[in-house]
Structures are given as C-alpha cells and as structure tokens.
C-alpha cells in the first residue's frame, strides 16, 4: 500500500503529522515520534507578542489568544511559561538536529508586518515551512468582517515576500464565506491550508464571579467539521490541504485523504495513547486499503470533495431538510 503524500512541496512517507502542541516541547518524544512513523511535526506556536516584547493586558491576552492552537490542552501565552523568541529558535535548532523529519515553526501574530524579521529568522535556523495561526478573536463591533479578512491576507503576503520556505495558514471556521476567503487567501499564495483551529469553553462562576475556561482534549466527532471544510476546497485551491482536530483512528485518516486532505495533523490522540499510536494508525491504514482495494492514497484523494457536486449548496439543503424530516426529534 502506497500511503506517500505531498504536502507543502514536501514528499512525505505517510500523511501522519504531529500538530502544534506539547509534543514538540521534550527531544526525547520528538525522536520517539519520528521512530513510530511520524511524517513531520509542527512546534508550539510562538506569538508576536513575545516576538515584539510588548506588555499584553489580561483581557487581551485571554480573548485573542489563549489555547488558540489545534489541540492544546493546557498552553497559553504566560510570559513565565512560553518560549520567548531566542529560546524559541535554539529550540527549533535542537529539534531539527535531533530528527530527519520536516520541522515546521508555528506563528500566531495580529499585525502585518509584526513578526516578518522573524519569520526569516526561522527560516535562517532551518525550519522546512512556517504555519501562521491566524486566529482572531473579533470583539470589536467598528471592525468589518472585510476588514479582518483583509488583515490576514495582509499578514500572509507579508510573509511570503520575507521567506523563501513554504508557508501555511491555520485558520477558524468562523467565516461567513468561507470559500470565497480561502480562494482570496489562495491567490495570495499560501502554500497550504490547516482546517480547523479548536476554540476553548467559556463558563462562568456565579459564585466567584469569574470567567472559566477549559479546553478538553478532542474525539472523532470534531472531525465532521474539518470534513466539510476540505471538501469545499479539494481540487479547487493551488495550496496543499491539511486536517487538525479530532484526528484518532486510520478512518479518520481515510475520511480526511477522501474529502481531500493531503496530510492530517494529531496530538490529543497522541497525548493519550503515546507516541506509539501513531504505528498502530498506520498499520490499520494500510490493513483497510488492502480489504477495500486502494493501492494508495493520491488515488482516492478528493474522491469525497464537493467539486464531484454539480450545485454543492442546493446538494446541502436538500440533505439538511431530509435530516430534519427523518429525524424528527433532531428539532431546530
């Protein structure tokens, strides 16, 4: 079985890739993922905050950016436990000597041109690709949606011009079109798409009057989302394609290549089941492409894709209003 892929201009093994997170953080498991058949791992993300050593006030620091990577369990942006910009390339030097896997450096920045110096910096270390997180968290009711869009853009030219290194984006699902926003971005010149960033749980203390937040690790059933959005893309953007979130077993996998995923991205399954899970995914991978006779990935890739769709929303309704009426206790 041929479970090969190309993603980001890079020949990988497998599509089995180690998203932003912990995982990155300790040498030792990075080299015992890269041992259970790891294709490439993407590090913490590093925020231009630290980048630019500016003071961030708590509201700011929760609202904007707190466990705004795929994944995370616990990480946020403290000064006393994130890496700052020094740190964060002898880290990524360590960790490119200690693998021959891809590195990828992970980016979460606000502004344009807020943390361009260091992207080439990173690239300078030897990172094999940059994914910018471009999270925002828009509380602001003057900002436009155009506006916003805008920036991100703004920000992903930025970068390209800078480094020479392939460069991805990782972004929120919360776009009111979607599609139109990727097909802007993707004539931009982003080298690839990560779907979807996870959001962490609001609650309040009624007691303490305090605002609670938690973020849980994820399940297959955050996939359905991530789903939907590749689809809307196979084979209709240059970028390469990437799912993070709810990312567990070999079907998963399979689901992913066949809604048009190029490489899929796991850390809370791994954060689980150890590095070693990554083995046990891949041998179901290959064991079910055997059974239902695929010789490889890039021949069922997109197979799922809304591009097979004549009229994908009409296709939507359609399926939406016959859900609803099969189901009636599934109430609006």
């Known amino acids: ?17 180690v998203g932003a997170g912990p995982l990155g953080d300790d040498l030792d498991t990075v080299k015992q993922l890269e041992d259970a058949g790891a294709a490439a791992i993407v590090l913490r993300s590093l925020y231009e905050e630290e980048i630019t050593g500016e003071q961030m006030n708590a509201f700011y620091n929760i609202e904007s950016h707190n466990e705004s990577f795929a994944e995370a369990t616990s990480y946020a942006p403290d000064p006393l436990l994130a890496l700052g910009p020094d740190e964060y390339l002898e880290h990524l030097y360590s960790v490119k000597s200690a693998v021959r896997i891809p590195v990828i450096a992970s980016l979460n920045g606000s502004t344009p041109g807020g943390w361009t110096h260091f992207a080439r910096l990173i690239e300078q270390t030897g990172a094999n690709a940059i994914e910018l997180n471009l999270y925002h968290a828009v509380s602001d009711p003057r900002l436009s949606s155009a506006e916003v869009e805008q920036q991100m853009i703004d920000i992903v030219r930025a970068v390209k011009s800078t480094v020479k290194i392939p460069v991805a984006v990782k972004l929120s699902p919360l776009f009111t079109a979607f599609a139109n926003f990727a097909f802007r971005m993707d004539a931009a010149g982003v080298d690839a798409f990560v779907l979807f960033n996870r959001f962490h749980n609001v609650d309040i203390d009624v007691i303490e009057l305090e605002v609670v937040r938690s973020l849980m690790l994820s399940t297959s059933a955050e996939l359905q989302m991530r789903l939907r959005g590749i689809a809307i893309l196979s084979r209709k953007v240059k970028a390469s394609l990437a799912v993070t979130g709810g990312v567990h077993t070999a079907l998963d996998v399979i689901k992913a290549t066949m809604a048009g995923a190029h490489v899929t991205q796991m850390v809370s399954a791994l954060l689980r089941n150890g590095p070693i899970h990554l083995y046990k995914v891949r041998k179901d991978i290959e064991a079910w492409m055997q059974e239902n006779e695929w010789p490889s990935l890039d021949e069922m890739r997109g197979n799922m894709g809304f591009d097979r769709i004549p009229d994908p929303a009409a296709y939507e309704r359609s399926n939406f209003r016959m859900m609803l009426r099969a189901n009636p206790a599934h109430l609006e």
């Open 1 to 17: 079985m041929n479970l090969s892929t190309t993603y980001l201009g890079m020949r990988l093994p497998n599509p089995l890739m």
